[in-house]
């Protein structure tokens, strides 16, 4: 079974700087590309970045370019979300997700594992 368990979520002043972490066990995590997703209430949850399973590729949301930054360990079981310039638009809880699928996968339905999600609250 895999199991994935976020931190680095907080409250931030906007234009400040927050890193989230997740935590895979379970089966090789190099066989899973690897996702954040974030839902703010009312809304749906919204792709915001992937990540290969080598590292070698990723693909971005356009309203995260430029200021999110994603990376995998694979020695360490970890990905990571560098997140710069933060907006309040930015508020959501944040979750990591994985999947099997080759691809770069931006859709909710394409991974089946997800973390329990963490906070971000950006301030104005």
């Known amino acids: 079974q895999v199991q994935l368990v976020e931190s680095g979520g907080g409250l931030v002043q906007a234009g400040g700087s927050l890193r989230l972490s997740c935590a895979v066990s379970?089966?090789?995590?190099?066989?899973?590309?690897m996702g954040w997703f974030r839902q703010a209430p009312g809304k749906e949850r919204e792709f915001v970045v992937a990540?290969?399973?080598?590292?070698?590729?990723?693909i971005y949301a356009d309203f995260v370019k430029g200021r999110f930054t994603i990376s995998r360990d694979n020695a360490k079981n970890t990905v990571s979300l560098q997140m710069n310039s933060l907006k309040p638009e930015d508020t959501a809880v944040y979750y990591c997700?994985?999947?099997?699928?080759?691809?770069?996968?931006?859709?909710?339905?394409?991974?089946?594992?997800w973390g329990q999600g963490t906070q971000v609250t950006v301030s104005s």
């Open positions: 990540v290969s399973r080598s590292g070698a590729n990723t």
């Open positions: 379970g089966r090789t995590f190099s066989a899973y590309t």
């Open positions: 997700a994985a999947t099997h699928i080759l691809g770069l996968e931006s859709q909710p339905s394409g991974y089946p594992y």
